[in-house]
C-alpha cells in the first residue's frame, strides 16, 4: 500500500536492528534489502508484520536470501518502477498527534488547516501517478521550505518522507471569497464561523470535493439550502465536532461511535434524539441522521467550540456528481452558496462522503467512497483482468488484477453524461495508478443503461453481459471468500431479468459460472413504468388489484376515493390488459405499495424513500402474528412463486379495521422474512444447498435483513451477508468483474 509512511516505519526500525541495506517503493510493492544476524532479521521481519503504521495493509511478505553486499548503513531509495501490485491507500482522518499540534498555540503548525504527516491525511485524492512521491501528487507545486525539508528529510521525525508535508509558509492556503469570486478580508476560518452563525450557505472545498455547509440549529438557512439545492425531503448529512457533540441530538452505541471516530470517518446511520435544537427540515420524516466527524483540519477547525452540528452535504445539485475542480465548483454551486471557502491545493480525484450503518456489528455500506477506496477486497483465487462498469444507480466500476478487486468510489446515478464522463474518467485514472489493463469489460444486461452502452462502445475489449442479480450473489460470494453453489435471496428495486422482465424479488441458486432462477415473488404489473417508481400508490393499486380483483377500485382507501372515477377506470385497465403496465417481481416496489398501503407515502421525492419511512414506522410497532402468504410451483418454469397477495389483502383488512400501522408494518416485515425462510426452506429441500447469502439494495433494511438472517439461522442456514461493499447496485460492479473474470470469453 503507497502513501501510509511504510519505508520510514522500515528504516526506523532497521536502524534499532542494527541492520544495513536499504529500502524502496515500486509499482510492486515495497522491496527491503537487510544485512545483520539472523537473531536480528527474524526480528525485525516479525516487527513489519507486528508494528505496521496505522494506514498500512500488508497483503503478503516474501523473503529470500541473497550474498552479502556489506551495505555501510541503512537508507531509503528512490522509488522504483515495475511490478504490478501497487495498491493505493484511501484518505483518511487527521492523527492524535496532528491534532493536538493543530491547537496547541506554541506549535508552528497552531491552526494550519493542511496539517498532516505519514499516518494521516489526504492520499488517494492527491496521487496524479505512481510510485507514491510528491513530484505526482498535487502537492508537486509546492516547494517545502528549510524548515518542512528538514522535517522530510529526518528519519527520527514524523513528517520523514510525508508527501503531503507543508506549513503555513510553504503549504496551501487558505481563501474566503464571495460568491462572486471576491476575497473576503480577515482570517477564512474565523470569518466562516461568523457568517455561518448568521446563517450564511458556504461552500468547502474538502480532499475529495466540496460541501455545502449551514448551521444545523437555523432552521431558516437549512430549509433555504433545500430550495437552493433543490432536494425537497431526502435527509441532509451532518457533521459534529465530536461524539460529545453527536450525544446531544443523536443516539449512538459504541459499535457506531467506533466506526465514527476511525480513521475513515463515514457518515453513519444513527437514531435521533426526540428533542434537539437542531433543524427539524434537516431529515423530515425520518427516524435517523446520517452524522460523521472532522475528516479535515479544516473541518476540525470549523466546528470544534463553533458549533454542536454543521449540515454537511455534497456540493452539488440534485442527480449531479460532487463538485471538485474549483472554477466548475464556482459556476455549478452559483446561487446556491453565498460563500466560498476554498484552498490552492487541487483535488485530484472526485470523492464523495461514505455512508454506513451498524448491523450486527459490521459495516453495511449504503455508500463506499472517500476513507475505503480504492481499498482491495481479496478474491477467492487469482483471475484474468477485467474492468466492470456497474449498472445505473449508485455507479461504481471495478478492476480486478489476479485475486484483488479494486472497486472504485461511489460516483453517482447514471442518468446524465456528466456523471457518466466522472465514471469514464475515474475508471481510467484507477487503471493508470494501478497498471491494470483490462482484458474483458462486463457490463449489465439492461441495453439502455448509459454504463452498458459505454462498454458496448470499447472497440478494442470483448464484451460480457451479466444479469443484474446474479451480479448481487456473485458480490456477497466474493467478499465473503465462498466457491461452490449458494441459494441467493437478491431483493432490490430494479433488474433486467433474463426473461426480459422487470426482476427484483429473487432466489437464486447458482455460484459464479451460472445460476437458475429457483423462485421470485408474484409478478404484479408495473402501472406507467417509471412512474409507479415516483408514485408509490400506483403499486399500491396493482398489489390490490392481484388481493382483492375488480372490487379494489371500491375500497375507501385515501389514495383511491381521492382518485376521480375515471382515473380509476384507467388504472383498472391498465393493471388489467398490461398497458404501460410491465411484469415485475420487484420487493422494493412491494415495500413502495404497502407503504402507500399504510398512508405513509403515496409519492416520492427520492429513490427509497417510501421504504425507508416504512421501516421507521415498523421499528415503532409492537409485535404481533404475521400475515398469511403462499408459495406455489410456477407451471412453465419450475420456479417457486412466493405469493404475497394473501399478505396484501390480510394487511388492507386490518388498516381498514383500524388498526395501529406501526404495528402493521412491522407485521409485514416479519411475515415478508418468515416467507422468505420458508423458501428458502423449500429450496434447500431441492437442491441440498445450505448456504444462503443476501444482496440487493432492499437490505439496507436493517429490520428485514435482521428477519431474515435470524429466521434462516434458526433453520441451520450458513448466513452471509456484505460487510466490505454495499449490498445495493453500488456493489454489482464486483460481482459482474468476478463473473466474467472466471467466464471462457477469450480476450
Not at 509512511?5 to 524502496?24: D, K, M, Q
Not at 524548515?147 to 508535508?165: L, S
Not at 453513519?268 to 435517523?288: C, D, M, Q, T
Request: hydrophobic share 40%.
Amino acid at each position: 500500500m503507497q502513501g501510509v509512511g511504510f519505508r520510514p516505519f522500515v528504516y526506523r526500525l532497521a536502524r534499532r536492528h542494527g541492520l544495513t541495506g536499504w529500502v524502496c517503493n515500486s509499482s510492486g510493492g515495497v522491496i527491503i534489502e537487510a544485512e545483520g544476524s539472523d537473531e536480528e532479521l527474524n526480528l525485525f521481519i516479525s516487527a513489519i508484520r507486528g508494528e505496521a503504521p496505522p494506514l498500512a495493509m500488508i497483503t503478503g511478505v516474501e523473503t529470500s536470501e541473497i550474498h552479502l553486499v556489506a551495505d555501510d548503513g541503512f537508507v531509503i531509495r528512490e522509488s522504483a518502477a515495475g511490478g504490478k501490485s501497487i495498491e493505493i491507500s484511501p484518505d483518511w482522518d487527521v492523527c492524535p498527534d496532528c491534532l493536538r499540534e493543530l491547537f496547541h498555540k506554541d506549535d508552528r503548525r497552531f491552526g494550519y488547516p493542511f496539517i498532516t504527516c505519514t499516518n494521516c491525511g489526504p492520499r488517494y485524492s492527491i496521487i496524479t501517478g505512481t510510485p507514491y512521491d510528491r513530484p505526482l501528487t498535487t502537492m508537486a507545486p509546492f516547494v517545502m521550505c528549510p524548515v518542512c525539508q528538514g522535517e522530510y528529510d529526518d528519519p527520527a521525525d514524523r513528517r520523514f518522507h510525508a508527501q503531503p508535508n507543508g506549513c503555513p509558509v510553504c503549504g496551501p492556503r487558505l481563501t474566503l471569497t464571495d460568491a462572486s469570486g471576491a476575497t473576503i478580508a480577515g482570517d477564512p476560518v474565523a470569518t466562516a464561523v461568523r457568517l455561518l452563525t448568521a446563517g450564511k450557505i458556504l461552500a468547502v472545498k474538502g480532499t475529495g470535493g466540496y460541501h455545502l455547509a449551514v448551521d444545523s440549529a437555523n432552521d431558516m438557512a437549512v430549509r433555504e439550502l433545500r430550495r437552493r439545492k433543490q432536494r425537497d425531503e431526502k435527509p441532509f448529512a451532518l457533521m459534529a465536532p465530536g461524539l460529545v457533540e453527536t450525544r446531544r441530538f443523536a443516539l449512538p452505541d459504541q459499535r457506531e461511535e467506533r466506526f465514527m471516530a476511525s480513521p475513515e470517518r463515514p457518515i453513519v446511520l444513527l437514531r435521533k434524539r426526540e428533542e434537539s435544537s437542531l433543524s427539524p427540515a434537516i431529515a423530515p420524516a425520518n427516524g435517523y441522521y446520517g452524522v460523521m466527524l472532522p475528516s479535515t483540519p479544516l473541518q476540525h477547525l470549523l466546528l470544534r467550540g463553533n458549533f454542536w452540528a454543521l449540515v454537511m452535504t455534497s456540493g452539488n445539485l440534485s442527480d449531479e456528481p460532487i463538485a471538485f475542480h474549483d472554477e466548475e465548483a464556482r459556476r455549478r454551486l452559483e446561487g446556491v452558496a453565498d460563500l466560498f471557502l476554498t484552498h490552492d491545493r487541487a483535488i485530484r480525484t472526485r470523492l464523495d462522503d461514505s455512508i454506513i450503518r451498524v448491523f450486527q456489528g459490521n459495516p453495511l455500506f449504503l455508500r463506499r467512497s472517500r476513507g475505503y477506496a480504492p481499498r482491495a477486497v481479496a478474491l477467492p483465487v487469482g483471475q484474468r483482468s477485467v474492468l466492470a462498469v456497474g449498472a445505473e444507480l449508485k455507479g461504481a466500476i471495478c478492476l480486478t488484477r489476479d485475486d484483488r478487486a479494486f472497486l472504485s468510489q461511489h460516483v453517482g446515478d447514471l442518468k446524465n453524461p456528466e456523471t457518466l464522463a466522472s465514471l469514464e474518467e475515474t475508471a481510467a485514472h484507477l487503471a493508470s495508478l494501478l497498471e491494470i489493463r483490462p482484458e474483458l469489460v462486463a457490463h449489465d444486461l439492461h441495453p439502455d443503461y448509459l454504463s452498458t452502452r459505454w462498454a458496448l462502445s470499447m472497440d478494442n475489449l470483448p464484451k460480457m453481459g451479466v444479469q443484474h442479480h446474479h451480479a448481487h450473489l456473485a458480490a456477497c460470494m466474493a467478499e465473503n471468500g465462498l466457491e461452490g453453489e449458494v441459494i441467493g435471496v437478491i431483493f432490490d428495486g430494479t433488474g433486467y431479468g433474463s426473461d426480459g422482465t422487470v426482476w427484483g424479488g429473487e432466489f437464486l441458486v447458482g455460484g459464479y459460472d451460472i445460476f437458475r432462477r429457483a423462485g421470485h415473488l408474484r409478478q404484479v404489473p408495473l402501472p406507467g413504468g417509471d412512474a409507479a417508481v415516483r408514485e408509490p400508490f400506483r403499486m399500491a393499486l396493482a398489489w390490490l388489484r392481484e388481493a382483492f380483483g375488480p372490487e379494489a377500485f371500491d375500497l375507501p382507501l385515501p389514495f383511491i376515493t381521492s382518485l376521480a372515477e375515471g382515473e380509476r377506470k384507467l388504472f383498472d385497465k391498465m393493471i388489467q390488459r398490461g398497458l404501460n403496465s410491465p411484469l415485475t417481481s420487484s420487493c422494493g416496489r412491494l415495500f413502495d405499495a404497502v407503504a402507500a398501503l399504510l398512508g405513509i407515502r403515496s409519492s416520492v421525492t427520492y429513490e427509497g424513500q417510501a421504504a425507508i419511512e416504512l421501516e421507521g414506522m415498523a421499528e415503532r410497532g409492537a409485535e404481533r402474528a404475521v400475515f398469511p402468504f403462499e408459495i406455489a410451483h410456477a407451471g412453465a418454469t419450475a420456479s417457486l412463486i412466493l405469493d404475497m397477495a394473501p399478505t396484501v389483502r390480510a394487511l388492507t383488512e386490518a388498516v381498514l379495521a383500524g388498526d395501529g400501522w406501526a404495528d402493521l408494518a412491522r407485521a409485514f416485515h416479519l411475515t415478508l422474512a418468515t416467507a422468505t425462510a420458508e423458501l428458502c426452506a423449500t429450496i434447500r429441500e431441492e437442491s441440498g444447498l445450505n448456504r444462503v447469502v443476501l444482496s440487493g439494495g432492499v437490505f439496507q433494511n436493517r429490520l428485514l435483513a435482521a428477519g431474515v438472517h435470524d429466521l434462516l439461522s434458526a433453520r441451520n442456514f450458513q448466513v452471509f451477508t456484505h460487510r466490505l461493499v454495499p449490498p445495493n447496485d453500488g456493489g454489482v460492479a464486483l460481482g459482474q468483474a468476478i463473473i466474467a473474470g472466471r467466464s471462457r470469453i477469450c480476450a
